[in-house]
């Protein structure tokens, strides 16, 4: 733990220099000498010392005026010093403590007493050291869970505004409509609307409820699609009953907010075009992963059949081709339609087209 430190040895005995210098370097030390106070603050000062032997009396510059300049300065006061000085009296032990020294050692000293202090102190320094680093690292720590967990709480009232305002919105378009009770086509306009509005804000609510700002059940977010689906369409009165077979990963929120649109307008779809008023239905929803890793989403339903060869990219209605653009364009997915016993739709989307950004 000491070999290889840095002790830097201050006397203007030069025998006594020499002989601290000798008995240090075969110790393994690196060892740098000075022989007055001005040229060790400067030794100092040009590349601190992991420890300071230090003489008390030298001309000029005295031990304490040396160990006051450097216990003075931030960035040297926690190297030791140790004291070696032919005074030996109680008085000038206890000054050299005053002034901050950790150590004392009288002349003539022995080289194995050296060597223990200046290890003793050394290992010390160490132990220190890194009781600092800890503290200061604890301290950042402490610092960066505060500021996430204020971050946190910004996102997560970002959220909660987001959905607060988009009810908001859907509210003024649906008092609008009211307006229009006699326009039948406007009314399937603002419904269809406020679905939308509505899966989009169950994304932010499910994210401001949550514990991960990132991420959604999307096993969750279907259960809480097919509930909000089924109570405004009212699915239960018209006989259509839903099944839904789906495994749980993790839906970001760039992920969740077209899904949840594809699914609105197929389910507008089936509701509006495939079942016939009063016929029973069954709407079957899937979600799983691919052999490639990709999502591989299923919808389908038992209503009304379509001609054979019927071109849905091109000649379905509006909600279809959405679920064309936003699928294949923002979603860089692959959809494929088609009508046999019912209408069904398969959707494959990739799981890396976005990262979490919080």
Not at 98 to 119: C, H, L, M, N, S
Not at 147 to 165: G, I, M, P, Q, W
Not at 301 to 308: A, E, K, S
Request: glycine share 8%; net charge negative; with cysteine.
């Amino acid at each position: 733990m000491t070999k290889g430190a840095t002790v830097l040895v201050v006397d203007d005995i030069q025998e006594d220099l020499r002989l601290l210098a000798e008995l240090l370097a075969q110790e393994g030390f690196d060892v740098r000498v000075s022989t007055n106070g001005p040229d060790a603050i400067r030794a100092v000062e040009a590349r601190p010392p992991n420890l300071v032997l230090l003489d008390i009396i030298m001309s000029g510059m005295d031990g304490f005026e040396v160990c006051r300049e450097l216990k003075k300065r931030k960035d040297f006061a926690s190297i030791p010093v140790i004291f070696i000085s032919a005074l030996g009296a109680t008085e000038q032990k206890l000054d050299a403590f005053r002034e901050g020294a950790v150590d004392y050692i009288t002349k003539p000293f022995q080289p194995e007493e050296v060597i223990a202090r200046v290890r003793t102190h050394l290992q010390l320094s160490r132990m220190d050291e890194l009781k600092r680093e800890v503290a200061e690292r604890r301290l950042a720590e402490s610092r960066l869970e505060g500021s996430l967990r204020e971050k946190e709480a910004l996102v997560k009232e970002l959220f909660h505004r987001t959905r607060n305002t988009m009810q908001l919105v859907r509210s003024f378009i649906e008092l609008e409509a009211d307006d229009r009770q006699g326009n039948q086509e406007l009314q399937d306009l603002v419904k269809e609307t406020s679905l939308r509005i509505q899966a989009i804000s169950l994304v932010h609510e499910m994210l401001y409820e949550g514990q991960d700002l990132s991420y959604v059940s999307s096993l969750g977010y279907l259960r809480g699609l097919a509930e909000l689906f089924t109570d405004n369409l009212g699915l239960p009165k018209a006989g259509i009953s839903l099944s839904l077979e789906a495994g749980d990963y993790h839906f970001l929120i760039d992920t969740a907010i077209p899904f949840g649109i594809i699914l609105c307008e197929l389910f507008w779809t089936s509701v509006t075009a495939s079942f016939p008023s009063t016929a029973p239905g069954l709407i079957r929803l899937g979600l799983s992963k691919a052999e490639n890793g990709d999502f591989r989403f299923s919808y389908s339903d038992n209503g009304t059949r379509l001609p054979d060869g019927y071109d849905f990219r091109s000649s379905g209605p509006l909600g279809l081709r959405l679920v064309f653009g936003i699928g294949e364009d923002q979603m860089r997915g692959k959809v494929s339609m088609a009508s046999s016993g019912g209408f069904s739709c398969s959707f494959y989307f990739p799981d890396s087209i976005h990262v979490a950004r919080v």
